[in-house]
């Protein structure tokens, strides 16, 4: 374009002049030839003239149209370049598209479309979008959008439809109206995605939100709004339910022994037998772990109580996993709503007092929540809070009791127990601190500072020339699972100087049991430290013989239950006998606890037992008093108190 200007420019001034001269040549010509010559010659010359200048104005205008042509042309290309990008647009994108005139009847739609919806272009074109109504919706809703339609031009919403092949299936929808210049309605364009894949994983989502994804049961969250509902209907109508928690009993020794692929094939065949128990108005979900939680809707008291003896039946049937036959039992705890609580939380913390007092108990059994359970868990609370503070303010007290010889009353050694000194109630008896203490983990605390002080008295004693032979202490199930006394042990050692022949462990067969091959490896590991160790309670943790006797042990204590009908229980007679002859037989020295009375010290002595401890020589004291009650001196020799308990 710029070059024709430019031409037109440089032609224009010699265009002027030549018009000018057509214009005044009449005037000029005699003046140019007054003798008239040469008028002739430019009558010709000005002939040509006005054919040039004509040429050149038709020129001038040829020019002009052709820029106006090709602007004209430019803007149709870049038009219709703009309508293929929208067609191809329109025809590729994702979402549908649905094009309908002022009557609503559909004039185009696109691929899309055919897609989504199922329906082809051929079977849409002239019918209405009524076609592809769900019934779903209601007179409301279609108002509601023909008047932000009417009123704002465009609408925007979640559409349930229905496809070709009559499948409902929910969209999100735009619509727009179209008008024209005048203001006039033309066209209803609607885009549409479909978000029934969103819906699913929203589903999905949900689900998964508030169902245990190894069962498939319920989980705690939903199951607490359910028992939350079923409250508020007890309330409304003057029914009541019932809410039962089950625990599996020792459950965590399936997940050490066998591994915890093991534990969740047994978890999920627990809950499928659980089911079979469920019928109307029963919810059975998964809280966590080993714990099930069971809604009964309109039960009293004797229906929990039936149900929670169907469950124990239900469960004793062996499970058969992995070609394995295992035997589970369950503790229950039930609490009763509305009596019993006011809302949900309590509901819950309820039966949860009442299934702690169940496996308190002796576990395999059920138990209905009371007051007094609630008070008893305020109390431990308490408790633990305490008894956490009397850790940090050192309120632990050690107590010794003393092991004497059976053949010549000698005291050969003491065994280490601890006390807490209340500040306000006293001296706390062990059996009610000491399970707390197990149960918060407060235990493994109070089993690390109860060996360094019994460690620094024993070395305190060493260095005063009081000959004790050994000082046993305690070891907790917690602190001997961990796998790590035996270095805490050679810590204790290292800083407190005490030779590790004069420490003996008492570790309980329970302990021992629960993971023989553990056990076996710490035991070898704690005896390379040159400390003694002692099998507890024996007899009460149902070891073999063939594991016993691998066992690096030095001596076995004959539990006190055995001990305290003697010499007049034919069956704990037998027992001792078995027992003191088993630890002869294998080179240990056999020890009996709990000896109260001058006859069963005889009896036991007529039986070859070696050592003895109980209230018959004396209680546990503490360290002072325990001096000057058994007159030690740097002899260790027998004090006559001693030798008259012979």
């Not at 820029?67 to 004209?72: D, P, T």
């Not at 609503?104 to 899309?112: C, E, Y």
């Not at 999100?172 to 894949?197: C, K």
């Not at 160790?533 to 042990?553: E, H």
Request: include cysteine; glycine fraction near 8%.
């Amino acid at each position: 374009m710029k070059p024709k200007l430019s031409a037109v420019k440089l032609v224009l001034p010699y265009f002027l002049l030549a018009s000018a001269w057509i214009l005044f040549s009449d005037h000029l010509l005699p003046l140019l030839s007054p003798d008239g010559s040469r008028l002739e010659l430019l009558q010709s010359a000005k002939g040509l003239l006005f054919v040039a200048v004509t040429s050149g104005l038709l020129y001038l205008l040829v020019c002009l149209h052709m820029r106006r042509l090709r602007a004209y042309l430019q803007a149709r290309r870049e038009q219709e370049s703009s309508l293929r990008q929208a067609a191809a647009v329109f025809d590729a994108t994702q979402e549908g598209v649905l094009v309908t005139d002022a009557e609503q009847r559909i004039v185009h739609v696109n691929r899309a479309f055919a897609r989504i919806t199922g329906f082809e272009e051929s079977e849409v074109l002239g019918q209405t979008p009524v076609l592809f109504k769900s019934g779903r919706h209601d007179e409301a809703f279609y108002q509601s959008m023909w008047n932000a339609l009417k009123n704002r031009h465009a609408w925007s919403g979640e559409v349930w439809n229905r496809r070709h092949n009559g499948e409902v299936y929910p969209l999100w929808q735009n619509i727009r109206a179209i008008h024209d210049e005048d203001g006039l309605l033309t066209h209803y364009v609607a885009v549409f995605s479909d978000v029934s894949a969103i819906k699913r994983s929203q589903n999905e989502l949900d689900y998964l939100a508030h169902h245990d994804p190894l069962t498939n049961l319920p989980n705690r969250l939903l199951f607490t709004e359910r028992v939350e509902h079923a409250l508020e209907r007890a309330r409304r109508e003057g029914s009541e339910g019932t809410v039962i928690l089950l625990d599996l009993d020792h459950f965590k020794h399936i997940n050490e022994s066998l591994g915890h692929n093991h534990g969740d094939l047994l978890l999920k065949a627990v809950g499928e037998r659980l089911a079979t128990l469920m019928t109307g108005g029963m919810t059975l979900a998964r809280l966590g772990g080993d714990e099930f939680g069971l809604l009964c809707e309109g039960s009293g008291p004797e229906q929990a109580a039936d149900l929670a003896g169907r469950i124990q039946q239900c469960l004793a049937a062996p499970f058969h996993l992995a070609e394995q036959n295992l035997f589970i039992s369950a503790s229950l705890g039930i609490s009763l709503f509305p009596g019993d609580a006011e809302n949900v939380e309590q509901v819950l913390r309820n039966a949860d007092s009442a299934l702690f007092k169940a496996k308190s108990v002796g576990r395999e059994t059920f138990a209905f929540y009371s007051q007094e359970l609630t008070e008893q868990a305020r109390q431990r609370v308490e408790l633990v809070t305490a008894l956490r503070q009397g850790l940090e303010q050192d309120e632990l007290r050690l107590v010794f009791q003393p092991i004497h010889d059976l053949a010549d009353g000698r005291l050969i050694g003491v065994e280490t127990l601890v006390r807490w000194q209340h500040p306000q109630r006293g001296l706390v008896p062990p059996a009610e601190f000491l399970p707390v203490a197990e149960e918060s983990g407060l235990i493994g605390a109070i089993d690390a500072w109860v060996l360094e002080r019994a460690c620094r008295q024993m070395r305190d004693w060493t260095e005063r020339g009081l000959q004790l032979s050994f000082i046993a202490v305690n070891v907790s199930c917690r602190l001997f699972s961990r796998g790590e006394l035996d270095t805490r042990v050679a810590r204790v050692l290292a800083d407190t100087g005490l030779e590790p022949g004069r420490l003996e462990l008492e570790i309980t067969e329970s302990a021992v049991m629960e993971d023989p091959d553990t056990a076996l490896e710490l035991l070898d590991r704690l005896c390379k430290l040159g400390v003694r160790l002692a099998i507890d309670d024996f007899g009460t943790g149902y070891s073999s013989l063939q594991r016993l006797k691998r066992l690096p042990v030095h001596k076995l204590k004959i539990d006190q239950s055995f001990v305290q009908n003697l010499p007049d229980d034919h069956d704990d007679i037998a027992i001792a006998k078995a027992v003191t002859a088993l630890g002869h037989s294998l080179g240990l020295e056999v020890l009996a606890e709990g000896i109260e009375h001058q006859r069963q010290a005889d009896f036991l002595r007529g039986l070859g037992c070696d050592h003895g401890q109980g209230y018959l020589f004396s209680r546990p004291q503490p360290a002072q008093q325990l001096e000057e009650a058994w007159q030690l001196s740097p002899s260790g020799g027998a004090t006559p108190q001693q030798i008259s308990l012979l």
